[in-house]
């Protein structure tokens, strides 16, 4: 028992600054304490894969705007002299999962429904991924209760300190409860539960009960989660407000081990994570459609083509992902395919951009939230890890008596394929909400190698903006030869293809901004583009790391 507590002690120091640069191996994730906690797991002997795992048990304490215990993720990890593997614990729909429960009784589907409350809820992932990884790939060399152990630290009094990034999630929280939507009881529980601490002390937010979670999931192990009390409390949770995930469908939950997505780029490899992801299969058409279009290394990028990839990247996005079937992973395949690439580069204007048309008719969906964290040990060993509750708070649910919040995961699939959505567009089939299948997600774990050696892991958080802020950091870095520091401070920009926008970041070159309305896109300004957290390794080892100013993350490395 004792051991849970004392293992946490001694924490280490987080970088002072948002990058840092070490000898030995490094921890970047968008929080410091989670940073630390893994950096805590290395110096005890612990690899990559363990370290990665302390790091997500304490950002289930510290970001639970962004992921946690109720939500999922996907792991991809580099092993020296063998093969990599990529992890999927992401959310699944409930055997019982029926799009007829989104409609109203019309027959019109009720978006809110799958947006938030006990129906947006997808079977949690992380605590069987992270159970799962640790078994499998950490070092074996401390146990999960060693493992959770400064997460457990981080859960102190049952509070954390409000950091910047948690106090904007929660003034959201609040504006969207008196701006006027109707707003689900569950989700008025949640507020009322969350303000009463915060307006006694704006300082903390309470997360009741944590403390005995993850003490529990340290001695017990994830079956405490998935058949014991805690699923006994989910299934009771949900089934209260018109759930309908079972006890089955939490002892069923399986995490699936698949092998990276494997694509070379600018003399690189590239391991990515597969559908349901569609950030490796973006990632690599975009790397692939920029060489088509004559960006070579050393160059700079050329931000007109860069948008004009993005739109058609995300296009086929759109068109042919989905959870994994025969279909997606053949398609996953022309959209890494180089012939394909030349044969869109020819229809990207160099002097004007595309209308929306130009790619096709399909919609897709837009969100935020999440977290990504990456980690390089001392033996080359590398993870890329995102995780998410989906939206920020997901579906405003919290498991009474266990403290964390429940994801609302099925809002990243489609309701409906056929009736054209408010622009006009049809939604794409192999996304559409089906029993036991998981959504599609933009999150893209990223570990790229030279000869065989990790070179750079990389991966962020925001929604669709994931895939374009981490294909910038991963451009800036091996195509521009930044640090991985200018790299990831660089002003970014997005487009998804839907809406015909161009989104830029503050802080453009003034010359580009007009050059790029010049050519006929649509800007709008964007605070936040991705949250990226990223780690380099340099040829003659050294590492540096760079966490996303505007999330707060500081990395930690000897
Ligand atoms: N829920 C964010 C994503 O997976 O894309």
Known sequence: MLSVAVTGCGMPAAAPSWHHQARHHMVAADHPDASRAGLAILRRGGNAVDAAVATSFALAVVRPESCGLGGGGF???HRPGTDPVALDYREQAPAASNINLYR???????????????????????VRGLCYAHKKYGSGKLTLAEVVGPAFHLTGNGTIPIDEHLRLALCGLYADKVGGHAVPETEQAFVRQIGSYAHINEHYYRITNLKRTLYA???????????????????????????????????????????????????????????????????????????????????????????????AAFADRAHFLGDRSPAVLHDVQ?????????????????????????????????????????????????????ESVNLEFGSR?????????????????????????????????????????????????????????????????????IISSTVQTALNVLVVGQSVRAAVAAPRLHHQWLPEKLYVQPF???????????????????????????????????????????????????
């Open 397 to 465: 649910m919290r498991v009474a008596g266990w403290g964390f919040v429940l994801n609302n995961t099925l809002d990243d699939f489609a309701l409906d394929a056929t009736t054209p959505n408010a622009f006009g567009l049809r939604q794409s089939e192999r996304n559409l909400l089906r029993p036991g299948a998981r959504p599609l997600s933009s999150m893209s774990p990223l570990i790229v190698l030279k000869d065989g050696k990790v070179r750079l892991v990389a991966g962020a958080s925001g929604g669709p903006r």
């Open 334 to 386: 022309r959209m890494l395919d180089a012939e394909r690439a030349t044969e869109l580069a020819r229809r990207i204007n160099r002097d004007r951009a595309s209308t929306t048309s130009t790619w096709g008719n399909i919609a897709i969906s837009d969100d935020g939230g999440t977290s990504h964290l990456s980690v390089i040990d001392r033996n080359g060993m590398a993870v890329a890890c995102t």
């Open 217 to 311: 999931i340290a001695l017990e192990g994830e079956d405490y989660f998935y058949e014991g009390p805690i699923a006994d409390d989910i299934v009771a949770t949900l089934k209260q407000f018109g759930g309908v995930m079972t006890h089955a469908d939490l002892a069923n939950y399986e995490v699936r081990e698949f092998t990276p997505l494997k694509f070379d780029a600018f003399g690189y490899q590239c391991l990515a994570m597969p559908p349901p992801s569609s950030g490796g299969a973006v990632i690599g058409e975009a790397f692939n459609l920029l060489s088509a279009l004559g960006v070579q290394p050393g160059q700079s990028i050329d931000k007109h083509l860069l948008a004009e990839t993005l739109k």
């Open 104 to 126: 109203d009784e019309n027959g019109e589907f009720v978006p809110e429904r799958i947006r938030r409350g006990a129906l947006a809820v997808g079977i949690p992932g992380t």
């Open 75 to 77: 792991m991809v990890i």
């Open 508 to 558: 453009q070159d003034v010359e580009l901004l007009n050059e790029l309305r010049r050519k006929g896109h649509t800007l709008q300004t964007r605070r936040d583009i991705g949250h990226v957290q990223a780690i380099e390794r340099l040829p003659d080892g050294t590492l540096r790391a760079a966490c996303d100013p505007l999330k707060g993350g500081r990395p930690a490395g000897d």
